[in-house]
């Protein structure tokens, strides 16, 4: 009996400890992302001053280092009003809320654009927030007009959301598609119409279908006959090659079927999410610091370029997929959510302050081959940042 007793004190204090330690650790990245959020506040601030009224902030030329701007209907316009109110939800300085609001009215034009599959990047990461943080009934019609627009480019013999209106495919679908769902189940779960949910499952369910390989990897273009929705053709525009796993595209594919199962309950959504996290982290190319080469499959690893932006947005969709797991496999995705942000926020990839045009992340990819953003920040990569850096916060509690 007195040996029963001595171990389960022995388990009671290395139980202890080891919880101690998790807690230590937890409030050493909460102090962190504290410190990278008050950076990014003051950087913003900064940004601010140099942004014209008619356009929006984009990246940082490669060449010369200029600051490069984009017009509303250039598909990142909704990440700068987006990253204001997510900094404004963390600081509460007025500043940025007012210019927030500004800027989110700017993109608000797009809101009847037909001819872009971006409407949830645009609308959902601008006027979602602005709804979600100020409850405002006008950010709602707004969204609401805005999914209308994105179901009118859906085909119901292909199941799915059509990307381009160009390039060489008929009826071409990307595998970033998946990130403008969103909008449609809100739609449905704000207005009751179960249109635009029907829309985003069947989008969803096409895509898990043609746009993934046998081990979870994606392609990042799927040409569909518009006519029966058969597969023309497995390609790529951004990654290495037609065979590659385009980096961005797998945390795009992540962080999109992690949010179907978030709004839907499917558990193959959750699968889905599980699998294409597994591929990830199990890649023998993953870099220890967890922050991807553009591609996985890129000429010149280890000497190939990061791409930070994809290391953000698996890091937040890696937070939310650990909600949804349990035990090990839980914890797996919090610790490695956990290392790229830590990653993201040492000097390796954050910008000192009144540095790199005063966006918050250095070393992000936007095309290798058309030569197009490369090695410079980018707009989406400081949202996904600062939405993961909120997210630990609020879940380590």
Partial sequence: MKKLSLLFCALLVSGSAAYAQQSSKKQQIISMANKTLDLAVR????????????????????????????????????????????????????????????????????????????????????????YRITKDPKYKEVLLTSARSLSTRFNPKVGCIKSWDHGRWQFPVIIDNMMNL?????????????????????????????????????FHVIGYDSTNGAVLARNTAQGANDTSAWSRGQAWGLYGYTLMYRDTKDKSYLAQAQHIADYILNHPRMPEDLIPYWDYD???????????????????????????????????????????????????????????NNFILMHSVGSIPHNSEVDVPLTYADYYFVEALLRYKQWAK
């Avoid at 250039?74 to 609001?101: C, H, M, R």
Wanted: proline content about 4%; aromatic content about 10%; overall charge positive.
């Fill in 43 to 130: 950087q913003y601030k900064l940004m601010m001053q140099h942004v014209p009224d008619s356009v929006l902030p984009r990246t940082t030329n490669s060449k010369d280092g200029s600051f490069v701007t984009a017009k509303t209907d250039w598909w990142t316009a909704g990440f700068y009003p987006g990253t204001l109110w997510y900094l404004y939800e963390y600081s509460k300085d007025n500043v940025l809320k007012q210019e927030a609001i500004k800027r989110t009215a700017q993109v608000e034009v797009e809101k009847n654009n037909k001819g872009t599959h971006d409407l949830g990047f645009m609308l959902y990461c601008s006027a979602g927030n602005a």
């Fill in 298 to 356: 890129a000429p010149g690893i280890p000497n190939a370029p990061r791409d930070a932006s994809a290391g953000a947005v698996a890091a937040s969709a890696l937070l939310e997929l650990s909600r949804y797991t349990r035990g090990e496999t839980s914890a797996r995705y919090w610790n490695a959510a956990e290392k790229m942000l830590e990653s993201l926020s040492s000097p390796a990839y954050l910008a000192k302050e009144g540095e790199n």
């Fill in 182 to 218: 969103e909008l449609l189940t809100w739609a449905t779960r704000t207005s009751k119409d179960p249109s635009f949910d029907r829309i985003a499952r069947t989008h969803a369910n096409t895509t898990m279908k043609h746009h993934f390989r046998k081990d979870y990897s994606s």
